[in-house]
T-cell receptor, first 117, second 115 residues
Framework: AQKVTQAQTEISVVEKEDVTLDCVYE???????LFWYKQPPSGELVFLIR??????QNEISGRYSWNFQKSTSSFNFTITASQVVDSAVYFC??????????????FGTGTRLTIIP | GAVVSQHPSRVICKSGTSVKIECRSL??????MFWYRQFPKQSLMLMAT?????????EQGVEKDKFLINHASLTLSTLTVTSAHPEDSSFYIC???????????FGPGTRLTVT
């Protein structure tokens, strides 16, 4: 069975600080995808990134960066120079590639990030 | 990116009544749609997966007679909460995926309150 663990329930940092959100996953599949989503107070899920299990390159997108380490089954997300608009709940998710276009996502419990102005 | 809409965005109903939530893919054909439920301050839990023209596949513990899912067309799936009770109050989110495209696109969610 697949499992995603986000051990940090809530994090608060002062604006402009860097913050890292942890994600650890479990799967027996050799091929899988990892995701991060942002859920602001409005409730709508905002897609941030998808990473294939065969691609361990770290990725940077503006102030966001992701560190994928297959050896430790982790897919951590770092926000540099945080801003108040980054305040939201962030979910890490995992899916397999068993049937193309019909994958189920397993979500972590989420990390509530609060950026203090 | 692709757009998925949900209607209504919020609904309040009395205990014992049924409520229908619509999920539409606006600019692509969604061969598969997923329905999730999210309780306050909790994660998203998959309720069921529906493929166009087929019966939905429900996750363990989800009552198929209570949560009726219909995916009659490639752009519309509906979730009907039958005989709703206060414990069904939750945030319901749908997502849609097109054949051959791995990405799932999420709707904005529907907040159901049963009084």
């Amino acid at each position: 069975a697949q499992k995603v663990t986000q051990a940090q329930t809530e994090i608060s940092v002062v604006e402009k600080e860097d913050v890292t959100l942890d994600c650890v996953y479990e799967t027996r599949d050799t091929t899988y995808y990892l995701f991060w989503y942002k859920q602001p107070p409005s409730g709508e899920l905002v897609f941030l990134i998808r990473r294939n299990s065969f691609d361990e390159q770290n990725e940077i997108s503006g102030r966001y960066s992701w560190n994928f380490q297959k050896s430790t089954s982790s897919f951590n997300f770092t926000i540099t120079a945080s801003q108040v608009v980054d305040s939201a709940v962030y979910f890490c998710a995992l899916s397999d590639q068993s049937s193309f276009g019909n994958e189920k996502l397993t979500f972590g419990t989420g990390t509530r990030l609060t950026i203090i102005p | 990116g692709a757009v998925v809409s949900q209607h209504p965005s919020r609904v309040i109903c009395k205990s014992g009544t049924s409520v229908k939530i619509e999920c539409r893919s606006l600019d692509f054909q969604a061969t598969t749609m997923f329905w999730y439920r999210q309780f306050p301050k909790q994660s998203l839990m998959l309720m069921a997966t529906s493929n166009e023209g087929s019966k939905a596949t429900y996750e363990q513990g989800v009552e198929k007679d209570k949560f009726l899912i219909n995916h009659a067309s490639l752009t519309l799936s509906t979730l009907t909460v039958t005989s709703a009770h206060p414990e069904d109050s939750s945030f319901y989110i749908c997502s849609a995926a097109a054949r051959g495209v791995y990405e799932q696109y999420f709707g904005p969610g529907t907040r159901l309150t049963v009084t």
